[in-house]
């Protein structure tokens, strides 16, 4: 029993940030698209900084 519970919280958290991605990025997909066709910062930077902005929701 202790086992499978251990089993369970370990998958919950692994995946749990990836499923906030997966409906994070296309809600800000427009927003994107127009301040990257306009040249305003590069993907990475954008990744980074909602990263490291998300860090202190996700870890509290």
Request: net charge positive.
């Amino acid at each position: 029993m202790l086992t499978a519970l251990l089993f369970f919280f370990s998958v919950f958290w692994g995946l749990y940030p990836l499923y906030n991605a997966v409906f994070t990025f296309p809600q800000e997909k427009r927003m994107q698209i127009k301040e990257r066709s306009s040249r305003m910062y590069r993907l990475s930077s954008y990744f980074m900084a909602r990263n490291v902005g998300d860090l202190p929701l996700q870890l509290l």
